[in-house]
């Protein structure tokens, strides 16, 4: 990030070249990558994918509505 950021450049604007340089793993799929495809990858328990948060949300709102009944 700080070579992008010194460089004035974002991700999408550093040559394949820029990115071997820092690992010869990096091919042309990482162009691939944006924030929604990183969120959506984090689908585990207290994930960021959509499926997760919606989940956290469902427990919330029941948590919400039993502890106003009174349970715990």
Do not use: C, H, W
């Amino acid at each position: 990030m700080s070579y992008a950021m010194d460089n004035g450049k974002s991700f999408s604007e550093l040559s394949l070249t820029e990115y071997k340089g820092f690992s010869s793993l990096f091919g042309e799929d990482v162009y691939s990558i944006t924030v929604e495809s990183s969120i959506a990858a984090r689908d585990v328990i207290g994930g960021t994918a959509p499926r997760q948060v919606e989940r956290a949300l469902a427990t919330a709102k029941k948590r919400v509505g039993d502890f106003g009944r009174g349970k715990s």
